[in-house]
DNA sequence: ACCTGAACACCGTTCAAGT
DNA sequence: ACCTGAACACCGTTCAAGT
């Protein structure tokens, strides 16, 4: 005797562990991190919190398992294809588009170092340093150094995501940023308040390839020596 | 009246934003982060929730003031007296070994991105690029890159300090990682697989030390340059 | 001005009970 | 085997009331 109501679903197939994690990305890009209870899963999925317990182990599984997904599909995408330095730069990029347009999992990265996700990254990263010259013994350093600077880098676009400023006007938000590095001492602070006029208008893009760039000229400056 | 009682102390002093941060870390050092909980602070400072929320906003800025306290002793512990690489490398060295000491701080940081302790990095950091004679349009770009490696890099200790094997036995945990690694497909995973063999016995703090060094290097190669 | 602590509105997780 | 949903043991935060 189903309910006729408007914005409960009725739920037409059965539940399994792809509808939930599906479930909940939906609720993460629409919500953010905090979107993501088991209360909203339960209403979205039409179901009791016993069910989802059914399929995945606890709240940190549904999180690995989101994360998985994007990243999955993001470094899918990628070709392989071109020189191996417009490779890597390809999978950084992609890695960067995708957290940005799921900002929580820039948060979830960080908190998972050697799982799944962060597996694949370390892979599609690490497989071209060998062609890019780098010797075996320095290719672990690199690969994590690598890695290291995208995670970084993914952490502060989810912390600037959740910032309510945001949200809604990046312009606005950067001038409060760059009010607030002005404001302080130049005395004690030269160089972040020299940098303040330069924040507004910045992309966010751009200096993530730009990182990526001065570490590959690092390991071209390594490797060349051999 | 007071009680007579082993555990509860008495109050002595009144109060205050000090007092409040200094338990909050001693709580965070002890238990993790999730060991601070307005119950636990109020059970040791002998007081009620909303005293707590007379001197500071809400949990975010207790967490935010203890993170500027450790990264503030961490950054004024370190001279100036040296070449400007080894200046850069010895405010990283600090910091690495204050999160090394307080795990919760890595993951602090990853949630603040424009806050003090984080400016105070970009300061202490960025000051030494032009003496590195980092041309002055790359020297924000070049301060993030070394930021965000470092963010990265402390998020992953925090993880790691997050994970229960890792307290008790570091060799456990890393052993354990490389077998996760090693299982994995190496036709999917051939990086990967191969390094699980290097894990064991591998130095977090070297490695730290590597990637500042790559990126250093990266920016001399465009040092040069100009 | 500063503090108390009960109450509120949430959480993730468990588990007896259903089918 | 798979699902339900009330109950449990927590959270951070508020606020009327005290001093």
Redesign the interface.
């Known amino acids: 005797m189903p309910r006729e109501s408007v914005r409960a679903e009725r739920r037409t197939e059965a539940l399994s562990r792809e509808r939930i994690v599906q479930a909940a990305i939906e609720l993460l890009d629409a919500e953010g991190e905090s979107g993501l209870t088991f209360r909203a899963l339960t209403t979205r999925l039409a179901t009791g919190a016993g069910a989802i317990y059914w399929h995945l182990a606890n709240k940190d599984e549904i999180l690995a398992a989101t994360t998985d997904f994007i990243v999955d599909a993001a470094l899918n995408v990628v070709g392989d294809e071109a020189a191996p330095a417009d490779a890597l730069r390809a999978v950084a990029l992609g890695l960067f588009d995708a957290i940005d347009a799921h900002p929580w999992v820039g948060?979830q990265l960080?908190?998972?170092?050697?799982q799944a996700a962060m597996?694949q990254i370390?892979?599609r990263i690490?497989?071209h340093?060998e062609a890019l010259r780098v010797p075996q013994k320095a290719?672990?350093?690199?690969?994590?150094?690598l890695?290291?600077?995208?995670?970084?880098?993914?952490?502060?676009e989810?912390?600037?995501a959740?910032n309510p400023v945001h949200g809604g006007d990046r312009d606005a938000f950067l001038a409060i940023?760059a009010g607030?590095?002005s404001a302080?001492d130049p005395g004690?602070?030269?160089?972040?308040t020299r940098?303040a006029a330069?924040l507004p208008g910045?992309d966010d893009r751009e200096?993530f390839l730009?990182?990526i760039?001065?570490?590959?000229?690092?390991?071209?400056?390594?490797a060349v020596k051999r």
Chains 1, 2 share one sequence.
């Open positions: 948060a960080s908190r998972e170092p050697w597996l370390f892979e690490g497989g340093l290719q672990f350093f690199a690969a994590s150094t890695v290291n600077y995208v995670v970084g880098v993914a952490s502060q989810a912390a600037n959740r940023i607030k590095m302080l004690k602070y030269p160089f972040v940098l330069e910045h200096q730009a990182g760039d001065l570490i590959l000229a690092g390991l071209a400056a390594t």
